[in-house]
Antibody
Framework: EVQLVESGGGLVKPGGSLRLSCAAS????????MSWVRQVPGKGLEWVGR??????????DYVAPVKGRFTLSRDDSKNTLYLQMNSLKTEDTAVYYC??????????????????WGQGTLVTVSS | DIVMTQSPDSLAVSLGERATINCKSS????????????LIWYQQKPGQPPKLLFY???IRESGVPDRFSGSGSGTDFTLTISSLQAEDVAVYYC?????????FGGGTKVEIK
């Protein structure tokens, strides 16, 4: 059974930093392409960033509002995905979800949509 | 960036009646080389993360009831619930993965009338 468990959320002041973790199990994490998606409580979904597997280059990509402030990384030995968030702003307040990308059965390719989601961790940026 | 626009923002439908949700992309999400629409539908119930319903615009995810259907191509897409059940109360989102940044529609809240 696939499990994604986020941790590390909490209350932080504007300008502060926080590191989120996502512990993965039940699938081959080292081969997986992963993303973070966030949601302001009561509002819609916003993709934050993504990271490919190391064998596929390990490249990262981010949505414009977080570029230069957020960094995705992964530790395949620990089956864990990270999101380092620096220079936090009040508008970063949201529930942050860790997600897996679907691997197409027919082609073997990973596609950038999300088949498994964690329960999320709440980040509150407030003075 | 591809902007995804959903309509309506919310709708109330009687049990057993049809619910129709629209999603429009600001540019085509149909990839000509494989003739696939890079369009996804998710369902999110209160207090839960989103759940994948459809991929490639119309391929139903395993376990999704067949009262749900996805259709459309290019820039215009539709999610239809043919006979609304109480457990279908949720917010529904579309998402494009044609290009980065990946973007979602604003969501459509479905309620019981």
């Amino acid at each position: 059974e696939v499990q994604l468990v986020e941790s590390g959320g909490g209350l932080v002041k504007p300008g502060g930093s926080l590191r989120l973790s996502c512990a993965a199990s039940g699938f081959s994490f080292s081969n997986a392409w992963m993303s973070w998606v966030r949601q302001v409580p009561g509002k819609g979904l916003e993709w934050v960033g993504r990271i490919k597997s190391k064998t596929d280059g390990g490249t990262t990509d981010y949505v414009a509002p977080v570029k230069g402030r957020f960094t995705l990384s992964r530790d395949d030995s620990k089956n864990t995905l990270y999101l380092q968030m620096n220079s936090l702003k009040t508008e970063d307040t949201a529930v942050y979800y860790c997600t897996t990308s679907r691997r197409d059965i027919l082609t073997g390719n990973y596609e950038w949509y999300f088949d498994y989601w964690g329960q999320g961790t709440l980040v509150t940026v407030s003075s | 960036d591809i902007v995804m626009t959903q309509s309506p923002d919310s709708l109330a439908v009687s049990l057993g009646e049809r619910a129709t949700i629209n999603c429009k992309s600001s540019q085509s999400v149909l990839y000509s080389s494989n003739n696939k629409n890079y369009l996804i539908w998710y369902q999110q119930k209160p207090g839960q993360p989103p759940k994948l319903l459809f991929y490639w615009a119309s391929i139903r995810e395993s376990g999704v009831p067949d009262r749900f259907s996805g259709s459309g191509s290019g820039t215009d897409f539709t999610l239809t619930i043919s006979s609304l059940q109480a457990e279908d109360v949720a917010v529904y989102y579309c998402q494009q993965f044609y290009s980065s940044p990946l973007t979602f529609g604003g969501g459509t809240k479905v309620e019981i009338k």
